[in-house]
């Protein structure tokens, strides 16, 4: 029988092992573009299994690799980064970084280093990347709107202002929010001043060769969204009203409905750090798993009429509601200042399997792609632990300065992320 | 505004460029270990869009790119691929390839070379990598039974011989197919003599540290099998009876339970060429559109009661029947001798919207990973067809010799595959 020797690999990883030893502070610098040139025979690695790690406060990356929980390297000079969240080209090999102040970044994973950037607006809240790849666009407060980047160059592909007509006949700009990409090259986002969703469908390189855009009315002061996996229902959470708004894109004459009539109900105006994140609402059996807008509970709606069907008390305002991917369980996070812990759910019996205490200030979870493990990012700790999904052990820690969101490069195969 | 000079990536596609042009026959010739090695400098590459295509006369495999619609090297000295199938390491780096000889081939892709391989029984029929991607299992016709190895290193991990008591006493080794990884570090395979379904748990670093197996009667002759996406149920074909057996791997006390009673109803028995594969049963808006046994229909069931809703009638004899990742399309590929198209069905009005002529004997297809485009292969045509899928218009066609299955590397993060 033959034996593999996986020797390039054992010396890449021996020198991180002790960088982990030490402390994340000793981590190789990021590299400049030649350097990591230089760097490239050490470098032969898939990137199936990396992803990055946003340091929220020193605006610097980390890589990481899910197989051997560890980090690679880390990459510095991303701006502002208190905010920030990745999408990936399609090879998996390119991260595109977008930071809170504007900052449309690409780094490359594979020289782990900074191969372009552009300070694209003055406030941005996060971006997509097209089916097939060739755009990446970003969701803007200031000025509002859309911009969206040729994924190679980066230069300018489409600016699409959100303009819309005030109430007392001025024309103003809308902060744009919930920005994803559906199927047939399309970006979907809304307009939190306007109350629109708009679809942009961008050139495929076969049937349209220009932009275009259409605008649906939607309810008050969407400040979030989803798309379900298949890329047909994008649904807006609401800060202005009851209910969410849904777009069902395989039928857009039928405009935009209203869903789940009673969410949010009663309640006064959130203090924004209270915003339940709709990302990772979760499906199971045909239960869609939501968090409640300022009450202490996860939401169990038909997914088939979009009734209520349970709420599950939980133990502070839930920010994200995510399924492991075999949907067996429902993982919690919370908001300040009853973050230090998550919640797990059994999606059958609907209730609370485990209390887990990962570190201080929880700000988010990823899975890996099969859902074996789920790794937890707390900032005040400065720490990422990664959990086993079943066991709900913790097997791994690596060290981080305050650490919120955490990407891998899977996505770069799903929609609507 | 930043450029980004992707020079090592265009030098490396440009020989690629006009092998493509002079045919597949002036393709680089397969590499050694050692050529891989020193050959690193001009690999550095993501590995997110690559994939493997099996060429299965001629016992090798071509390595390509889907962004550029390429083909990067071709690998020989594979052995017997006449009905290969491959999956990947959760790097997405390796491809582990089953052969017809019972050989186990891992490659890189990175270097477009052999890395390992075993011959580990006289007749194989497909495989599966485990959830934690530490183990690789290899379905057996001759000796009948399943055996697993380390996917590091091949050494043999498990060997499972697929023993029973036939009806007069006698104790046989029965054949395996349908064999699927499962959440929780599972295996779940069927056997075809023994008309049973088994459960292989292997060790997951933490609770369990040896393997476990678990038998349950199934219905007669299971011939291939399928599982849902989300890893929960486990659905067998049989040969022997009408109907599917189903196991709901979250509640597995109630045993296999029958589903679509009618389902091959009042048919003889088939030629083996004419057996629809079940690996593309596909789920669009709670239906499951699946091929007919020796009938020329796509039957469509209610997964809510596994009840039949509806029969779409089609051109042949349905062998694959996939649907767009984005579920709005059903696309069909059929048996011999009307296996030189492709029919493509709306999934909502179940009405055929075109029959595409790929080449002759269309073998399979693959989408890429967000389903913008799917690859055909027409075996006597030697030849693969890339389609847009919305267009429906080929995009590219790469030489091939006789290939057959096409394997994209997001299979790396995709349960059950
Ligand atoms: C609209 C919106 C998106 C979707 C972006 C897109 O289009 O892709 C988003 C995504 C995100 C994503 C990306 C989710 C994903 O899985 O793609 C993360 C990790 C995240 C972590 C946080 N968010 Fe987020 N978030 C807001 C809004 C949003 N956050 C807020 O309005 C709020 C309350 C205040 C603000 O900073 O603007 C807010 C606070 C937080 C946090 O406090 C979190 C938990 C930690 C942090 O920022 O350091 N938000
Ligand atoms: C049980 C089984 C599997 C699942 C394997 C696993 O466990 O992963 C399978 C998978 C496959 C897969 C992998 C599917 C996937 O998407 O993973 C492909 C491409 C495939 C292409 C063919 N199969 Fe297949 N196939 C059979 C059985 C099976 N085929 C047969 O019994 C049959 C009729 C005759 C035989 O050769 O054994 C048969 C003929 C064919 C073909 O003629 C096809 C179309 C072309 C070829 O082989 O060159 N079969």
Redesign the pocket.
């Known amino acids: 029988m033959f034996r593999i020797t996986r020797c390039v690999k054992r010396m890449l990883l021996l020198p991180l092992v002790l960088v982990l030893l030490g402390g994340c502070q000793v981590l190789p610098e990021s590299r400049t573009q030649s350097d990591a040139a230089a760097a490239n025979i050490d470098n032969l690695m898939g990137t199936g299994d990396l992803g990055l790690v946003?340091e929220?406060a020193t605006g610097s990356l980390l890589v990481v690799n899910t197989s051997s929980h560890s980090v690679i390297r880390r990459i510095e000079g991303l701006g502002d980064l208190?905010?920030?969240?990745v999408v990936y080209s399609r090879d998996a090999r390119y991260g595109f970084v977008?930071g809170?102040d504007g900052g449309l970044t690409k780094v490359d994973l594979l020289t782990q280093s900074i191969v372009g950037r552009v300070i694209q607006s003055g406030n941005s809240?996060?971006?997509?990347i097209s089916q097939d790849g060739r755009y990446v666009a970003v969701?803007n407060y200031d000025p509002g709107g859309v911009k969206v980047f040729d994924a190679k160059t980066l230069e300018l592909a489409a600016d699409i202002p959100a303009t819309y007509t005030r109430e007392n006949g001025e024309t103003a700009q809308s902060k744009t929010?919930?920005?994803?990409d559906a199927p047939g090259n399309r970006f979907v986002?809304s307009l939190f001043d306007a109350g629109q969703i708009w679809i942009l469908d961008m050139p495929d390189g076969t049937s349209r060769s220009e932009p275009e855009l259409t605008r649906f009315d939607a309810g008050k002061a969407p400040?979030?969204?989803m798309i379900t996996p298949d890329g047909r229902y994008y649904i807006a959470g609401l800060f202005g009203e009851d209910g969410l708004s849904m777009l069902d894109l395989w039928n857009t004459d039928a405009g935009v409905t209203e869903i789940l009539p009673g969410y949010g109900k009663g309640e006064q105006k959130l203090p924004?750090?209270?915003?339940p994140?709709l990302?990772?609402w979760t499906v199971a059996d045909g239960r869609a798993f939501v968090p409640a807008v300022g009450h202490h509970q996860v939401l169990v709606a038909d997914m088939a009429d979009w009734s209520l069907v349970d709420k599950i008390p939980v133990q502070g305002q839930p920010?994200?509601v995510m399924a492991s991917p075999d949907n067996r369980r429902i993982w919690v996070?919370f908001a300040h200042p009853k973050n230090d812990v998550i919640q797990v759910i059994d999606s059958q019996t609907r209730e609370i399997v485990r209390t887990l205490e990962p570190g201080k200030a929880v700000?988010?979870m990823?899975f890996t792609p099969r859902g074996e493990e789920v790794w937890v990012s707390s900032?005040d700790s400065n720490r990422v632990t990664v959990y086993n999904s079943y066991t709900l052990e913790p097997v791994a820690q690596l060290d981080a300065q305050s650490p919120?969101?955490?990407?891998f490069t899977n996505r770069a195969h799903v929609l609507g992320?």
Chains 1, 2 share one sequence.
């Open positions: 946003v929220r208190s905010h920030a969240s977008f809170r809240i996060g971006g997509a969701s929010v919930g920005l994803v986002f400040y979030d969204s924004v750090y209270k915003m994140h990302e990772g920010v994200f996070s700000l988010h990823e900032r919120s969101g955490i990407f992320l």
